[in-house]
Each structure stands twice: as structure tokens, then as C-alpha cells.
């Protein structure tokens, strides 16, 4: 592993928040950050669960000199509409965030003891809801009352697609699970967290990696929450806790079947916005 620059991993369901969590950390003067480097064609199968330290660690030190245009997210490779341009400095950190490949995580925190990952869930409703309005995620011609428990024409039975409520459940027990077995190294957030006191989850989110809170950050956080540019892609979200809108009896159905069980501390309380 690139030895002068610790590694920090951003995961998360798809529409579950990370794109948000992801510039909150590239607002950092000292931060190289890297979009879904896993899913693009410059490094798509570079490492796996049998990649050593040294191929992993590689792969990061490329990652950090990359011009790809994708992980950069610059020209036609950028989904959403408007970015924000941070001012750098020199790099002391590599984050990178992705909604795939989440099976590669326990593999990451045995071979790269240094490493940091931050593990952020939300409610499975509004994931849902979210990813419903997603132009590029769910087709039109696709019924969410087929899809919304195991996304199979979105997963299309690839391990490394997490769409769907049954692959909600499955990525947040392995967070939970992970947080507690590796704690100095895996962080476990709720979205809902993040959106009721950002500049305090990134404040904490920030030691936890070893970076101290910039003032850049801190106008982020106002300007990200105080303007919304419409966009499903987009991270500037005037209103991020937006009332659910998901077809008849499927919101029932997700409480039904969490009931009280682990999961449903992830469960926020929203009966009055449907």
C-alpha cells in the first residue's frame, strides 16, 4: 500500500447518500478523491478477494495518479449536472466511494490494517423511493412493485450490484458486522444522522480518519444544504429528507418484514410524510 497516503473507503446501498458523503470529504484541501474506481473500465477487475497487499496496494498508488476522466468525474464521464470545485493542496489522503463491490471490504481491512472504510445506511424506504426517481438506475419500463425486493433486472445475479431491499439487508448486517468486529478501521453511520447534524458527523468522521476540519468543509456543508439543483445525481439538496413516495403497501411490507429486529434501527420515523 502507498505507505504516505492512508486509504479511505466510502460504502453505501446505491442512493443511499454517497455521492453527498463523498464531496463532504473531497471538500478537504488534502483529500485526492476518487469516484467508484471499482466500477470504472480503468480499474474494473484490477483486485479481487485474492489480490495481496502489494496488488492492492498498487492498484491505490495508480488510482492516486490516474487522469481517468470517469473516477475523476470530468467531461461526458460526470453524472450529475453541477460539481463543486474544491481548492487542493497537497494530497495526505486517497477516498474513494463506491455503491458496488461492497464484497471486497472484509478482504480490504485484512490486507490494508491502515485503511479506513465508512459504512453509511439508509432508511430503506427512501432508498427505494430514491432509486425509483433514478433515470439512469431504474428504467421506465420497469414495475417497482416486480423489483423493489430483489432488483433483478437490476442485479442481474452480479455479486457486486446491491440494488433492492434484500440486498439492503444483506449490505447492512456485513456493516454492522464489520463495525463491531473491526472498530478502529470501519466507521457505521445513518444517513439520517448525517442530514439532521452534518458539520458534527463530519467533524467525527474526519478524526476517525485522521483529518482535521477545514473551513472549506464547513461552507460545503452550508452551501450543499442551503440551495437544490433538482438533480437525482446532484449533492446540493436544500430539503434531504424528502417525503416518501413509494407504491401502495410496499413501505408496510419493509416494516413488516424488519419489525424489531437489528435492522430496524435504520427505521426512521416517517409515517407522517407519505
Request: glycine letters at 6%.
Amino acid at each position: 500500500m502507498n505507505g504516505s497516503h492512508p486509504i479511505v473507503g466510502i460504502h453505501g446501498a446505491p442512493r443511499s447518500g454517497t455521492s453527498w458523503l463523498g464531496q463532504l470529504f473531497n471538500s478537504h484541501p488534502r483529500v485526492a478523491y476518487r469516484f467508484q474506481p471499482f466500477f470504472s473500465f480503468a480499474f474494473r477487475d484490477r483486485v479481487d478477494e485474492r489480490s495481496d497487499s502489494a496488488d492492492i496496494g498498487r492498484m491505490f498508488s495508480d488510482l492516486l495518479e490516474t487522469s481517468d476522466s470517469f473516477v475523476h468525474q470530468v467531461g461526458s464521464a460526470r453524472l450529475a449536472q453541477h460539481l463543486p470545485a474544491f481548492a487542493k493542496r497537497a494530497a495526505t489522503h486517497i477516498v474513494y466511494k463506491e455503491v458496488r463491490f461492497h464484497h471486497l471490504v472484509p478482504h480490504f481491512i485484512e490486507k490494508m490494517p491502515r485503511a479506513k472504510f465508512i459504512g453509511i445506511v439508509r432508511d430503506p424506504r427512501a432508498v427505494l423511493a430514491s432509486w425509483f426517481k433514478a433515470p439512469r438506475e431504474f428504467r421506465s419500463d420497469w414495475r417497482p412493485e416486480e423489483e423493489w425486493r430483489h432488483a433483478r433486472l437490476k442485479n442481474e445475479g452480479r455479486l457486486e450490484n446491491w440494488y433492492g431491499f434484500e440486498r439492503w439487508k444483506e449490505l447492512s448486517l456485513l456493516f454492522i458486522e464489520l463495525s463491531l468486529r473491526h472498530p478502529r478501521q470501519f466507521c457505521l453511520i445513518r444517513y439520517e444522522e448525517l442530514v439532521e447534524s452534518p458539520q458534527e458527523v463530519v467533524e467525527r468522521l474526519f478524526g476517525f480518519c485522521g483529518l482535521s476540519l477545514d473551513e472549506q468543509t464547513v461552507r460545503f456543508i452550508s452551501e450543499s444544504t442551503g440551495s437544490d439543483d433538482g438533480d437525482p445525481y446532484g449533492v446540493f439538496r436544500k430539503s434531504l429528507r424528502e417525503p416518501l413516495q413509494l407504491p401502495a403497501g410496499i413501505a408496510e411490507a419493509v416494516e413488516r418484514d424488519l419489525g424489531s429486529g437489528p435492522l430496524s434501527r435504520f427505521l426512521s420515523d416517517r409515517r407522517r410524510d407519505r
